[in-house]
């Protein structure tokens, strides 16, 4: 399958050979408990209030550091020295995420 008609497929929710359906709007999210949530690091509820590009940056630094299954980092720069950050999570705990680190 070309990877255009499979994101295709994924954008509608679809299952593919990849593994289970998980539509971005109708899957119920899941939380373990085992990393902060935003009340606790802000003091306030992701969607009560806009968050600064700081409180984003500090949340997603508490989540990371909390749980073995989050890696974040600096993926760019913008075009005014601003880092551009992303959190990614890990199907595991573990897993060796050298590459995903950008020095």
Not at 15 to 24: E, I, K, M, N
Not at 43 to 54: K, M, R
Not at 87 to 96: F, I, P, R, S
């Amino acid at each position: 399958m070309s990877s255009d008609r499979r994101s295709r497929r994924l954008d509608r929710g679809e299952s593919t050979s990849l593994g289970a359906t998980c539509d971005p709007i109708q899957t119920p999210p899941t939380f373990a408990g085992q990393t902060p949530t935003a009340q606790t690091v802000l003091g306030f509820g992701l969607g009560s209030q806009e968050v600064t590009a700081a409180e984003a940056d500090e949340y997603v630094q508490a989540v990371d550091a909390a749980s073995s299954r989050v890696v974040s980092g600096v993926l760019a720069t913008s075009w005014d020295g601003h880092p551009l950050r992303y959190a990614d999570e890990l199907k595991q705990a573990g897993v060796e995420v050298v590459a995903l680190r950008v020095p």
